[in-house]
């Protein structure tokens, strides 16, 4: 059965660092790409990272500021989504989603349950 699961979320002062993980099935997910979202109380969910279905190619929201580093393990199934310099402003719930297309990252798109990232000061 076709699946995203997402972990790793957590609680971190400001300045540390967390890493999420998306677990996804291989069927069909191996040729998806996949990204993350995040959506924080009382906003919309907003793109973060994508990467393509290699793991050779990537891009980010320019709000992240190269603070947040996306990769993926293909023998693994799964992709990450590395945390550092964490701001009070990056609390959300944190999406992983897989798509057919890569940029725009649209068509048949998929999500996962989230995981809590909460930054506290």
């Known amino acids: 059965q076709a699946h995203l699961v997402e972990s790793g979320g957590g609680s971190v002062q400001a300045g540390g660092s967390l890493r999420l993980s998306c677990v996804y099935s291989e069927q069909p997910f191996s040729t998806y790409a996949v990204a993350w979202f995040r959506q924080a109380p009382g906003n919309e969910r907003e793109f973060v990272a994508a990467i393509d279905w290699s793991g050779r190619s990537w891009y980010y929201a320019d709000s992240i500021e190269g603070r947040f580093t996306i990769s993926r393990d293909m023998r693994q199934k799964t992709v990450y989504l590395q945390l550092n310099s964490l701001q009070v402003e990056d609390t959300a719930v944190y999406y992983c989603?897989?798509?057919?297309?890569?940029?725009?990252?649209?068509?048949?798109?998929?999500w996962g349950q989230g995981t809590l990232v909460t930054v506290s000061s």
């Open positions: 989603s897989a798509a057919e297309d890569y940029r725009p990252f649209q068509y048949k798109q998929v």
